[in-house]
């Protein structure tokens, strides 16, 4: 009886070992091939619009530190971080972008230097009427005077926020979105015109009822809070490598600057405070300064951030 046991062991020991040897040459293999073909970019798409977010991988340079990798998308940098055996860049292609080929450059510690061009096509944009609502026409802002404001106070105070750059990642899951349903009643990009001037709406208007929770789409820092003249009570969180979401136009606001706030935290209300026509969630994403569209954001991330 013993001795059958002892036989069974060893051939049960012998058969894992003989796994391990199996998957250490497999993973092996897969090394050398990946020295072999040396470093390498691949794109999600070789041919975006205005607004869209590119995915970069930096293949065959996984025994590089971090650090070690230095990136340029036009004039801006490139943050990389590592994801299983690979390292990815999250890349935004402004809704403004100039149109035609862009250079994307990385150098690496081997001083090698790897280049790339990517074609950025027009996005087509919707024109629609730029109405003023009637509390704002009460205190006597019209068209024009309410572009001039937002250009010259509410926008740059949110611009000084988004170019805070911090280098690393601060979330490891997917990203959800702000609400519990998504019914887009303003899109992102499209003109909004009066006789007096117009305004490019550089995010998604979300339609939802008075006081509905607000979540952050993940992991993150709350960079800025504040009730704003024409964004109304506002909430931006920095998520790391330059991406930033904002949520505009609160009734209430529940946390505070510097806070930590996790994936699906409620972060405040659903409003109707400054520019607003109704009750609705002005939900805005930033990568490094580039307004892109939220919902190709969460869509294009999501593909391979689980």
């Known amino acids: 009886m013993r001795h059958s046991f002892l036989k ?5 020991l012998n058969n894992i070992l003989f796994f391990a040897a199996g998957i250490t040459v497999v993973v092996s293999l897969f090394f050398a091939w990946e020295f072999i073909k040396g470093p390498r970019l691949v794109f999600s798409g070789e041919k975006v619009e205005q607004g869209d977010t590119l995915i970069v991988r930096l293949d065959g340079s996984w025994n590089a530190p971090l650090e070690a990798r230095f990136g340029t998308f036009g004039t801006k940098p490139v943050l990389f ?6 390292f990815f860049a999250i890349i935004g292609i402004d809704a403004k972008s100039k149109l035609g080929e862009m250079p994307f450059y990385i150098k690496l510690v081997s001083r090698e230097e790897l280049t790339r061009k990517l074609t950025i096509l027009p996005r087509s944009v919707n024109k629609t009427k ?8 009460n205190q006597g802002i019209g068209a024009a005077a309410l572009i001039n404001n937002i ?12 170019k805070i750059l911090t280098p690393k990642i601060g979330f490891s899951k997917s990203f959800a979105e702000p609400l519990n349903k998504w019914i887009d009643v303003g899109n992102f990009g499209n003109l909004r015109q009066s ?4 305004i490019t709406h ?6 939802a009822n008075l ?3 607000v979540f952050s789409i993940n992991d993150g ?3 800025f809070v504040d009730e704003l003249p024409n964004y109304g009570k506002t909430i931006i969180i920095d998520h790391g490598l330059g991406i930033f979401s904002g949520y505009l136009h609160l009734s209430e606001i529940k946390t505070v600057v510097s806070s930590k706030v996790k994936k699906g935290e409620i972060i405040g209300l659903v409003g109707s405070t400054g520019y607003s026509l109704a009750p609705h969630l002005h939900f805005t994403v930033k990568i490094n300064g580039a307004s892109v569209d939220p919902r190709k954001f969460l869509d294009t991330v999501n593909k391979f951030i689980k």
């Not at 730029?130 to 026409?137: D, F, G, H, S, Y």
């Open 130 to 137: 730029l109405t003023i609502p009637q509390k704002m026409i």
């Open 195 to 198: 006789p007096n001037g117009s």
């Open 202 to 207: 550089l995010g998604v208007d979300l339609d």
């Open 81 to 86: 971080f590592r994801h299983w055996l690979s």
């Open 211 to 213: 006081g509905d929770p």
């Open 8 to 12: 069974s062991s060893f051939w049960a």
């Open 151 to 162: 250009i010259s106070g509410d926008k740059p105070t949110l611009d000084s926020a988004f």
């Open 221 to 223: 820092v709350v960079q």
